[in-house]
């Protein structure tokens, strides 16, 4: 909004130019977000806390210590993470830019589907929510929207194209395929976080990572020289999305202050499937999938550790890990709970890194 204010009037205001650079309006994205959050946190949590009457509910077959630590934890804190991205991105962005308010919707459309079922779980003192065939259904039908309408806004020439990392080349036209290809990844990276998020800021600080790896994606992508040399594709307004991620990272900062150990609130499916969902549409948007599953490599080995776990135990009745997801399998050998945090925290800057080098080494 401040863009589209303040600039037209910039020839008659010189320092009102600065709103014409990303870096400026991503930096402010990241601080109003930040700001948001510790404005509305405290009220939020309170509300929360007295409207659910107990919290989150605690599955009884996880770790024995959650039972005692978690329990009466206010879930939905991912209200506050919705409202940060969304005032900031709102404030900062270029409103006339499609792949914003693709991101934007996506992202909140997905926290509406959250937070149905977070509400279902606390109203019901459950930890069943909506019926799983319902949640995938709503999911795959706003990523069908959001992906329809980003290959509207993408030149024909890479719209329906996945190009791989490390090669400066090869780039493979999934032709009508891509739609139902993006919008498994889209949904498929919602989930993925969704499961991970299962200790206190263990998916927060991912997330943040991979947000900050789009960041240079995206501006990369959407600048034409900087595209050129790094041989990627260039997608004329994606460099915009710098912005939403800016939001992202900045309303996540402001989250983890309230969710840090021992955390006064959960950010519940309201806030994990919306960030899920907001990572899988910039990859798509940037054209960028493979990229994700490896900045994202954490949420993928947690996916693949609870998809090998159901295989195997309905295939010879054991169990590969003493619990999935797999950071729960660490807590029951004995790993304290933060010492998994952080240690996955470590893994994911490392893969982030790896994500960002493919930018380089084509």
């Given at each position: 909004?401040?863009?589209?204010?303040?600039?037209?009037?910039?020839?008659?205001?010189?320092?009102?130019?600065?709103?014409?650079?990303?870096?400026?309006?991503?930096?402010?994205?990241?601080?109003?977000?930040?700001?948001?959050?510790?404005?509305?946190?405290?009220?939020?949590?309170?509300?929360?806390?007295?409207m659910?009457?107990?919290?989150?509910?605690?599955?009884e077959d996880?770790?024995?210590?959650?039972?005692?630590?978690?329990?009466?934890?206010?879930?939905?804190?991912?209200?506050?993470?919705?409202?940060?991205?969304?005032?900031?991105?709102?404030?900062?962005?270029?409103?006339?830019?499609?792949?914003?308010?693709?991101?934007?919707?996506?992202?909140?459309?997905?926290?509406?589907?959250?937070?149905?079922?977070?509400?279902?779980?606390?109203?019901?003192?459950?930890?069943?929510?909506?019926?799983?065939?319902?949640?995938?259904?709503?999911?795959?039908?706003f990523?069908?929207?959001?992906?329809?309408?980003?290959?509207?806004?993408?030149?024909?020439?890479?719209?329906?194209?996945?190009?791989?990392?490390?090669?400066?080349?090869?780039?493979?036209?999934?032709?009508?395929?891509?739609?139902?290809?993006?919008?498994?990844?889209?949904?498929?990276?919602?989930?993925?976080?969704?499961?991970?998020?299962?200790?206190?800021?263990?998916?927060?600080?991912?997330?943040?990572?991979v947000?900050?790896?789009?960041?240079?994606?995206?501006?990369?992508?959407?600048h034409?020289?900087?595209?050129?040399?790094?041989?990627?594709?260039?997608?004329?307004g994606?460099?915009?999305?710098?912005?939403?991620?800016?939001?992202?990272?900045?309303?996540?900062?402001?989250?983890?202050?309230?969710?840090?150990?021992?955390?006064?609130i959960?950010?519940?499916?309201?806030?994990?499937?919306?960030?899920?969902?907001?990572?899988?549409?910039?990859?798509?948007?940037?054209?960028?999938?493979?990229?994700?599953?490896?900045?994202?490599?954490?949420?993928?080995?947690?996916?693949?550790?609870?998809?090998?776990q159901?295989?195997?135990?309905?295939?010879?009745?054991?169990?590969?890990?003493?619990?999935?997801?797999?950071?729960?399998?660490?807590?029951?050998?004995?790993?304290h709970?933060?010492?998994?945090?952080?240690?996955?925290?470590?893994?994911?800057?490392?893969?982030?890194?790896?994500?960002?080098?493919?930018?380089?080494?084509?």
């Amino acid at each position: 909004m401040l863009y589209n204010l303040l600039y037209p009037i910039s020839s008659e205001y010189s320092f009102l130019n600065i709103f014409k650079y990303l870096t400026f309006r991503t930096g402010g994205a990241i601080f109003t977000a930040l700001i948001v959050c510790f404005l509305i946190g405290p009220k939020l949590i309170s509300t929360l806390k007295q409207m659910q009457h107990g919290g989150q509910p605690i599955r009884e077959d996880g770790p024995e210590s959650h039972l005692l630590t978690k329990k009466g934890t206010p879930t939905m804190g991912g209200l506050m993470i919705l409202a940060g991205i969304a005032v900031s991105t709102l404030l900062w962005a270029d409103l006339k830019n499609g792949f914003v308010w693709a991101a934007l919707l996506l992202t909140l459309s997905y926290g509406l589907i959250g937070f149905l079922d977070d509400y279902l779980k606390v109203s019901k003192h459950t930890c069943g929510g909506l019926p799983g065939k319902l949640k995938l259904l709503l999911q795959f039908s706003f990523a069908g929207l959001a992906v329809w309408y980003i290959t509207e806004l993408t030149p024909e020439t890479v719209a329906t194209g996945l190009t791989f990392p490390f090669f400066k080349k090869i780039v493979l036209d999934l032709w009508v395929f891509y739609v139902p290809f993006a919008m498994f990844v889209i949904v498929g990276s919602s989930n993925a976080v969704n499961l991970t998020d299962g200790l206190d800021g263990l998916a927060t600080v991912p997330m943040m990572i991979v947000a900050a790896v789009f960041m240079i994606i995206a501006y990369m992508s959407g600048h034409v020289s900087f595209a050129s040399y790094l041989q990627l594709p260039y997608i004329a307004g994606t460099g915009e999305l710098s912005v939403f991620c800016g939001a992202m990272i900045g309303a996540g900062m402001g989250f983890l202050w309230f969710n840090a150990p021992p955390a006064k609130i959960f950010m519940g499916d309201t806030g994990s499937l919306a960030l899920g969902g907001a990572l899988g549409i910039l990859s798509v948007a940037t054209k960028h999938e493979i990229v994700l599953a490896i900045a994202g490599g954490l949420f993928v080995v947690e996916t693949v550790s609870v998809i090998l776990q159901v295989i195997s135990f309905k295939m010879t009745g054991k169990r590969i890990f003493k619990m999935a997801p797999l950071h729960h399998h660490f807590e029951k050998l004995g790993w304290h709970e933060q010492t998994v945090v952080v240690r996955f925290w470590i893994i994911s800057m490392i893969l982030g890194l790896i994500a960002l080098s493919t930018l380089k080494i084509r």
